[in-house]
């Protein structure tokens, strides 16, 4: 599925993009500072093992945090957590994934966003509910119409299997192997620091979902060994509902958890030395993030309702 707007990164970036690019990620930083602090209450957990490693941490060691996606204004929002000199900073701030659809349909969005070291990334069209039906009508095909030679029983399922393999291109988008993740690949292995949210989309339940894999290509694709981050926020969704008016509120509460930074390096290398397939790599990478990720999810809850409690 190809982007609605040409690429928006240029190869070897110019002076005024560089200077634009900086402007839009100093402002709308300045602004998440102000209002997650000032116009809303910002209460942050372990608050300098983030800022040191933004701050700190060696240039040749990329940086990868991971966080849970309560609105669709989490990313800037979360990081008014930051320093202003940090925010300012556009060599030590964060790339991050953004919907294709949502953020690059327009080339002044592209623009926009692109200057804000937002890439884009396509997704799927389809929801799993439509993927579980289609496999279900398969599953009845096969079973309600048997024909009588075996020639005609192979052609059915070589048919229907295609049909499940667009279903699921459809569904994956263009999956973990597209331009916009092999960008932020490069980008780790410059040693930058990239942000993700690998439950893929706004979660408005709130109900664990599993993790995307694009997590674990970053990870096991990294010529580097990254320092993982993990993050939980609660009360972003309140900042900024998930329904109209779509208008940032203040007199909010916000808890944001600053996890403990880990690596999986020793994982890694096993599954290379044991010469797993990168299919293989990818699942043991992200199932082991997954763990570590959603163990924060009670801990800031608790948190949080502490501080409610508190008011």
């Not at 008014?80 to 790339?95: E, F, S």
Request: one cysteine or more.
């Amino acid at each position: 599925m190809p982007l609605e707007v040409k690429w928006p990164f240029p190869q070897c970036p110019r002076l005024g993009w560089r200077i634009s690019s900086s402007l839009v990620m100093g402002m709308v930083g300045s602004y998440s500072y102000l209002w997650t602090k000032y116009v809303n209450s910002l209460t942050v957990h372990n608050h300098n093992v983030l800022l040191d490693l933004v701050d700190e941490r060696p240039q040749d060691t990329p940086l990868i945090t991971v966080s849970n996606h309560q609105s669709c204004m989490d990313d800037p929002h979360i990081w008014g957590v930051l320093k202003l000199r940090q925010l300012w900073n556009w060599k030590r701030m964060r790339w991050t994934p953004a919907a294709s659809d949502i953020c690059f349909t327009r080339e002044i969005h592209s623009r926009f966003f692109s200057r804000g070291k937002c890439v884009p990334v396509v997704r799927g069209t389809l929801s799993c509910s439509a993927y579980s039906f289609s496999f279900i009508e398969c599953n009845t095909i096969l079973h309600d119409h048997r024909p009588s030679h075996e020639i005609h029983k192979f052609v059915v399922v070589v048919v229907l299997l295609l049909l499940l393999i667009v279903i699921v291109i459809i569904v994956l988008g263009d999956g973990v192997y597209q331009r916009g993740m092999d960008f932020l690949v490069e980008r780790l292995n410059q040693g930058d620091w990239v942000h993700i949210f690998p439950e893929g989309k706004v979660n408005m339940t709130e109900e664990f979902i599993r993790l995307k894999w694009g997590v674990g290509r970053l990870i096991a694709e990294c010529s580097l060994h990254p320092i993982i981050l993990p993050l939980w926020h609660v009360g972003l969704n309140d900042v900024l509902p998930n329904k109209p008016p779509y208008i940032p509120r203040a007199g909010k509460r916000i808890t944001v958890l600053v996890g403990k930074p880990f690596t999986v390096k020793h994982l890694v290398e096993a599954l290379r030395a044991e010469n797993r397939s990168p299919m293989e790599m990818r699942k043991a990478v992200t199932d082991f993030i997954q763990g570590e990720f959603r163990s924060l999810k009670s801990q800031a809850e608790a948190l949080h309702q502490r501080m409610q409690a508190g008011r």
